[in-house]
Structure formats: structure tokens, C-alpha cells
């Protein structure tokens, strides 16, 4: 049986969390400003998303909006009446960051279920997912250039990483707003679908990875973040992850199931 989330998972501003099973479902939960988060909203994504992180017993993260949109990033409201705080100001901006890198960071396999906007930093979230399907009506854009700011290096890469130099220079430097079409097309998202399709879809999909290992899999997403991190050779960690694979349970179990076929 899954522990229940703990208190701060359960108080969290415009966040919230369910379990069951295997699986874990974040909820954006700010409908009225399209999903934007505010500073404490960030503050509870990134302690959630540390403690879904230290938790084997999940197996995959589901990233969802309330009402009709993903994520409209950071709330711009909020931002305009701190303009002239900076000291609040790079406290936020190191709040969003760690929010994001958790959410990056976690090694269950992460799934983000886009519909209508998903800008900013709600697209840095769908970003650094393992896998996005998003409906027919979902509209991905990265507006820094429209607001007088930047993008971090971080969220950077991993747009860069998912679609490559020439679309990235498109979305980042001509804020390019990007349709579902365009964005299956760009390898933004892996899949689109009709809005009642989006459930099936995603239940589908979680499907799909636990009845794989999760070890496995666990293994295998250790890597493939120091692989985005620039790391190109196998170190001390790599290689003891690839030598425990064979001597773990998991192994154990498919070998002998294949031997009885």
C-alpha cells in the first residue's frame, strides 16, 4: 500500500497531489489564472517533487493542469507588483528553479497531459517531462523575448535537447507560438489526441511503464540525465548501476520467465 502524501504535499498552494497505486498525479491547480504559479505554488511543486523522488514504491509521475489549460508559467500578476524588489525578486527566480530541476530531476518516468496554453515556464515543465501527449487545442509557446527576460540555460537545453538549434532559435527568439500539430511535427510533444481521448491516453501510457521494471527503468533515467548534463563516458555510478542490473530480482524474474516459454 502507498503512504499518503505527507502534510505539506496535502497543503500546498495551487498544487495538488493524488496517489494510487504505483502512481503519482500532480495537479496545477490555479484555473482562473490559466494555471500560472505563483512563488509559493513553485515553493510546494519543488517539496513535492522531492519527496516523490526519495519514494520507491511510485513508479511514474503524472503532470496535469486543472480546467482547460496545462500552465501559463510564472504569474505575471504577481511578478508586476515586485518589479521593484530585487532582493524578492532572486528569491523567486531560485524558488522557480529548484521547482523545475526536482520536477527534471525525479527519477520515476514523468509524463505531462498538455491542453490549451502551456508558455513559460509551463513549458519548461512539459520540457523536462520523459514523455508529453497533448490535445488537439494545446498551444506551447516560450515568451521571455515578449516580456524583457530570458530563459534559463537549463530550461534552455532542454527545449534545445527535445527539437534542435533551428526550432529552438524559433521558439525562444521570435517567440514562435507553436500549435499540437507543429509541436508532435518538432518533437515537442510524442503524441497529440481529441481532448476525451486525453485519460485513455495517458492511462495507456502509464500502463506501459509499470509493467516494465522499474529498476530498470530507474537505472536508465540516472543516466540519461548525466547524458543531458554533458557527461559522455561512464563514471563509478554508471558503471555500478549497469553491473547491479544483472545481480537485481527483476533480472532474475525475466529470465526465468523467458526460459519457460
Known amino acids: 500500500m502507498s503512504a499518503a502524501p505527507s502534510a505539506a504535499m496535502n497543503d ?18 490555479r484555473p482562473a ?11 510546494a ?29 510564472a504569474d505575471i500578476h504577481e511578478l508586476q507588483t515586485h518589479t521593484d524588489d530585487a532582493a524578492w525578486m532572486r528569491q523567486n527566480q531560485t524558488t522557480i528553479a529548484q521547482a523545475l530541476d526536482a520536477y527534471a530531476n525525479l527519477p520515476q518516468p514523468t509524463l505531462a497531459l498538455v491542453r490549451g496554453s502551456c508558455f513559460g515556464g509551463g513549458a519548461a515543465l512539459a520540457a523536462s517531462s520523459d514523455f508529453r501527449i497533448a490535445t488537439i487545442d494545446s498551444k ?8 524583457g527576460l530570458t530563459y534559463r ?4 537545453l ?3 535537447q527535445l527539437i534542435g538549434p533551428a526550432r529552438t532559435r524559433e521558439m525562444l527568439l521570435l517567440g514562435r507560438e507553436v500549435d499540437a500539430g507543429t509541436a508532435l511535427i518538432w518533437g515537442l510533444v510524442n503524441e497529440i489526441c481529441e481532448l476525451d481521448e486525453l485519460e485513455s491516453r495517458a492511462n495507456a501510457c502509464v500502463q506501459s511503464i509499470v509493467a516494465l521494471s522499474g529498476a530498470s527503468q530507474r537505472g536508465i533515467k540516472t543516466i540519461l540525465l548525466k547524458i543531458r548534463d554533458g557527461i ?10 549497469f553491473r547491479h542490473a544483472f545481480e537485481g ?7 526465468n520467465a523467458f526460459k519457460k516459454r
Not at 22 to 28: D, G, K, P, S
Not at 249 to 255: E, G, Y
Open 232 to 241: 559522455t563516458h561512464d563514471d563509478d555510478e554508471t558503471q555500478q548501476i
Open 33 to 43: 489564472r490559466r494555471n500560472a504559479l505563483h512563488h509559493a505554488a513553485w515553493s
Open 158 to 160: 532542454r527545449i534545445h
Open 153 to 156: 540555460l537549463a530550461d534552455t
Open 140 to 147: 506551447i509557446a516560450i515568451t521571455p523575448a515578449r516580456l
Open 12 to 29: 500546498a498552494p495551487g498544487i495538488q497531489l493524488s496517489i494510487s497505486g504505483e502512481v503519482a498525479r500532480i495537479t496545477l491547480a
Open 45 to 73: 511543486f519543488a517539496v513535492v517533487c522531492t519527496e516523490l523522488g526519495a519514494r520507491a514504491d511510485i513508479r511514474a509521475v503524472v503532470l496535469t493542469g486543472e480546467g482547460a489549460h496545462f500552465c501559463a508559467g
Open 249 to 255: 530480482d527483476d533480472f532474475r524474474c525475466a529470465v
